[in-house]
């Protein structure tokens, strides 16, 4: 985890002068993808990935046949690269994906297959004791009561 000074639209000292809701978070794959559209205002002080977003990142420029999108895609790895030292999926990430696990098959919903990876980042966040960031609340519905997770940039319903 790296608190990223270096580049002022991270800086909870940038253009918005909301504090944040935290003074630290793990960032799903979704925000790392559009934290340069989002308001800094909505993110916690201190960014932290988890080493699951890295991989889905160094997938991304290979997951795509257009080369101006996987250029696209490899510039914000190296970024991400460069700006975060990512969090691994260890021992007690481990131990909290059963909690995890639980909570989804609790509400019926499937927990394996590509949900899974959303699942192993919340592990890592729920091991950490940080609030999860995400653009997709939707996809952690069921872990309410397990985890917090914090909706970045997303229109409020209601």
Do not use: C, W
């Amino acid at each position: 985890m790296r608190s990223p000074a270096p580049d002022p639209r991270l800086s909870p000292s940038g253009a918005s002068a909301q504090a944040p809701r935290h003074t630290r978070g793990l960032l799903d794959t979704s925000v790392v993808i559009d934290l340069d559209r989002l308001d800094p205002g909505e993110l916690p002080a201190t960014l932290a990935v988890s080493s699951i977003t890295m991989a889905e990142l160094t997938a991304g420029p290979h997951a795509t046949a257009d080369p101006q999108e996987r250029a696209r895609r490899q510039e914000r790895l190296q970024r991400a690269e460069a700006t975060f030292d990512p969090l691994p999926f260890d021992v007690a990430a481990a131990r909290a994906y059963g909690r995890i696990y639980a909570a989804a098959v609790s509400t019926g919903r499937k927990a394996r297959g590509q949900r899974a990876v959303d699942l192993l980042i919340a592990a890592i966040a729920l091991a950490g004791g940080f609030a999860l960031y995400t653009r997709n609340p939707d996809d952690f519905t069921p872990l309410a009561g397990v985890l917090e997770v914090v909706a970045v940039g997303v229109p409020a319903t209601g």
